[in-house]
């Protein structure tokens, strides 16, 4: 509808018109989370952990996101005046802002790490994309002595077809095939070349993907992987093979249909979902295994279709301590990281910023005189155990053992927060860092804890493993 076309602009563009805010909902308010640097909100001053009270005289109590959003969000040149009330600040600020075209960087960071690495973060394939990641790569590679690439692909949902062309055209020659799309329509059954000179086709190249990777960060993947020109490390992609066309309609509405699937050069689809097989409640299931058709790269190694693109090299996520989803489902890091930046006026640069003993410690204090509930796995086993032994009417010596060992799992849990010290001070970290750099600094301050980016530096360091991985000669070693 007419009232959703500022977002589909976005999905496309990258531009729309309004503060340039991240936003939350806290309680029964919604929440500043992260105002975009450079831009109306930031700009006319609100930070993140500002509670957005009133909007233009009209209170805000009980909205949600997409509610507050719709407000928030209009005609570049208009104002709105915001009543926030501040975390450790008596009374309400009043905010005029002027609502400006926010326009979102599909490139949020890119630089040189160690050892001539160059590193691109792409967030989004909108229509900047591709001209963004040349102009990035021709600076890194003409200016800052770039050797090698790590292009990093985790978290980007997709977005234009011929976006992701253009990249691939980056790193491959001219008149290279890229994708084809085959749909019910003989209209919608193309091929897309290359249609360029390459920037590089022999600097040696690695994508880092996960689980948020789709559609067109997977013709990237997929076909850089297929043509054998990447290395691809991470985790298996979401696996979203469809392309949609918007059609317009009457009342300044569009249509968003499905005209087609794509296929990479090797001839895969890695559609996910078979929306022709559902299950009793609608819901479409996966393509089955023994659907699933094995094609080869350029040198003859195998790839599969119908379940995203497998990397070369599996990163495991490491399974994080429950204390931490606890802690950010009750927003204990925002909060926290809110008090610090009211209290501290600057800290180092993002990539050289850590918390200090005393600093962590803090943490630790302010953590523990918050009220929120933390249940361990070995608790809720524990709950079970003592609901069995209660129906059976277990001796009274071994309800005294089961209720010991209660009181042991709670002492230890109360140290959660200091057995788990590594894990939680990189998100703390994180968090504070993204309040004086935003996301650029989040970014930043990631690279050094990053374990693919860790996997990416062993292997760029290791040229025959590079090239063995290509030619399908790599046998991994057991760890």
């Known amino acids: 509808p007419e009232s959703d076309i500022e977002d589909y602009r976005f999905m496309t563009t990258g531009q729309y018109g309004g503060i340039g805010s991240l936003i939350t909902k806290k309680d029964s308010f919604v929440v500043i989370s992260e105002p975009y640097e450079g831009f109306a909100a930031q700009k006319g001053g609100l930070m993140a952990g500002d509670v957005i009270i009133e909007v233009d005289g009209k209170s805000t109590l009980n909205k949600n996101t997409s509610e507050l959003s719709k407000i928030l969000k209009g005609e570049p040149g208009t104002m709105l005046v915001m009543k926030i009330q501040r975390p450790g600040t008596e009374g309400l600020l009043t905010k005029e802002i002027v609502r400006e075209e926010v326009t979102l960087d599909a490139v949020p960071y890119f630089g ?4 001539n ?13 591709s001209r963004d990641v040349k102009a990035e790569f021709n600076t890194l590679k003409d200016s800052l002595g770039m050797e090698t690439l790590v292009f990093d692909l985790r978290g980007n949902g997709g977005g234009l077809l011929m976006e992701a062309v253009e990249i691939v055209n980056i790193f491959v020659p001219k008149g290279q095939e890229v994708v084809t799309t085959r749909g019910k329509i003989t209209d919608w059954n193309k091929t897309y070349n290359t249609r360029n000179s390459p920037l590089d086709t022999e600097i040696p190249l690695i994508v880092l993907i996960d689980p948020y990777s789709a559609s067109a960060s997977e013709i990237v993947s997929g076909t850089l992987q297929d043509l054998d020109r990447a290395v691809i490390i991470g985790q298996n992609s979401f696996g979203k093979g469809l392309v949609q066309q918007t059609m317009p309609l009457s009342y300044n509405s569009k249509l968003k249909v499905t005209v087609a699937k794509y296929y990479t050069p090797s001839g895969r689809c890695i559609q996910r979902l078979d929306y022709t097989d559902k299950d009793e409640k609608g819901k479409a299931k996966e393509v089955a295994d023994s659907s699933i058709t094995q094609f080869e790269t350029v040198n003859g ?23 931490i ?6 927003t204990i890091f925002f909060d926290y990281a809110t008090s610090f930046r009211l209290s501290h006026d600057s800290i180092p640069p993002a990539k050289l910023f850590s918390l200090s003993d005393e600093e962590y410690n803090a943490f630790v204090s302010y953590t523990k005189s918050k009220d929120f509930e933390h249940e361990t796995q070995t608790e809720r086993i524990l709950d079970g155990l003592k609901e069995v032994a209660e129906n059976e009417k277990c001796a009274e010596t071994t309800m005294k053992q089961i209720e010991a060992l209660e009181q042991q799992l709670g002492t230890e849990k109360n140290n959660d927060i200091i057995k788990h010290k590594t894990e939680l001070e990189l998100i703390l970290r994180n968090e504070i860092v993204s309040r004086y750099y935003y996301q650029t600094g989040r970014i930043e301050a990631n690279l050094s804890s990053d374990n693919e980016m860790k996997k990416a530096f062993e292997v760029l360091a290791d040229t025959s493993m590079y090239s063995s991985i290509l030619k399908g000669t790599f046998k991994p070693v057991a760890e």
Not at 112 to 115: A, P, Q, Y
Not at 117 to 129: D, M, P, Q, R
Not at 306 to 323: M, R, S, T
Request: proline content about 7%.
């Open 117 to 129: 690495i160059g590193y691109i973060k792409l967030n989004t394939f909108t229509e900047t994309a």
């Open 301 to 323: 190694r195998p790839v599969f279709d119908g379940a995203g693109i497998e990397p070369d090299l599996e990163v495991e996520v490491n399974e994080l301590p429950q204390i």
């Open 112 to 115: 040189m790490l160690e050892n």
């Open 325 to 330: 989803g606890s802690l950010l489902r009750n």
